[in-house]
């Protein structure tokens, strides 16, 4: 129960389409069996419902709220929703991302429209996000904020638009953590690598015309730790423990869950 009493704000707590669980949905449920009571946010009321209904399933505690991080009213009222019905907020977890779905493509393809709209999703809900949640962690003088970024703001991603919003992340993850760090709030920064997630190999299957595991054995060969890719597990456990007091002295970090290869690149 390491994170009894706290409220938590999952956004993007739904999943793309595919086989097995996206990291949104294994951080709310990873957040449900530790104690936190978690407002589980999706553009998708459905996806969001139905995490909320396993967190439920478990004896856990979530509600499912519809929000769209493009529209800033949105994220707003969710905060308010928050404290209406528990009366704080204690975990912000942004966990919002597209890519190739979002028609990401090279430097020299890349349209403005692809561009600006990855960029919203990606980088500006997450601004807008820690905007309305940072008065409320203030006050208190305590909170916990943690971004998923990716390690494709550091290695060779053929695609701009996440490329610069990932890396774009984690400086803005650093500069709350040093500007918030009076106010005692933590804010931190996963980099997932090469995980096997829906969104990361059933969308790259459907955009490739591959099957799903033709995608996931490429993936999987390139993974230097047991040849495997991580799983969204592995990312909520990361997540799970910067959001709890045993990682009450860690605040400003990007933490590579990756396997490995980021040493590899390095």
């Known amino acids: 129960m390491r994170l009894e009493g706290k409220i938590a704000l999952v956004i993007g707590a739904g999943q793309s389409p595919g086989e097995g669980v996206g990291n949104g949905r294994a951080t709310v449920l990873r957040f449900a069996r530790e104690g936190a009571k978690i407002l589980a946010l999706d553009r998708d009321p459905a996806a969001a419902e139905q995490t909320a209904a396993l967190a439920r399933g478990e004896g856990g505690t979530c509600v499912a709220y519809e929000a769209d991080v493009t529209r800033e009213e949105t994220l707003v009222a969710a905060l308010a ?16 991302g597209v890519s190739i779905a979002g028609g ?16 919203a999703i990606n980088l500006r809900g997450a601004v807008l996000a820690c ?10 003088k305590s909170g916990v904020i943690t971004m998923i970024s990716s390690v494709a703001a550091w290695a060779n ?3 701009v638009a996440y490329k610069a919003s990932k890396a774009a992340m984690i400086a803005f993850t650093q500069q709350l953590a040093i500007q918030n760090a009076p106010f005692g709030i933590r804010a931190n920064v996963i980099l997932p690598g090469l995980m096997d997630t829906p969104m990361a190999v059933d969308t790259r ?17 390139r993974v230097p730790l047991r040849g ?3 799983t969204a597990w592995d990312v909520a456990n990361a997540a799970l423990f910067l959001a709890s007091d045993e990682a009450n002295f860690i605040t400003g970090v990007a933490l590579p869950v990756d396997g490995g290869s980021m040493v590899r690149i390095g």
């Open 228 to 230: 495997r890719m991580g």
């Open 81 to 96: 929703e928050a404290q209406q019905r528990w009366g704080q907020l204690d975990i912000l977890h942004y966990n919002v």
């Open 104 to 119: 990401d493509a090279s430097p020299t393809e890349i349209s403005a429209e692809a561009f600006d709209r990855i960029l």
């Open 131 to 140: 905007k309305h949640a940072l008065p409320i962690m203030r006050a208190r």
């Open 205 to 221: 299957a459907r955009a490739a015309g591959q099957s799903r595991a033709e995608v996931a054995a490429e993936r999987d060969a």
């Open 157 to 159: 991603y053929p695609y």
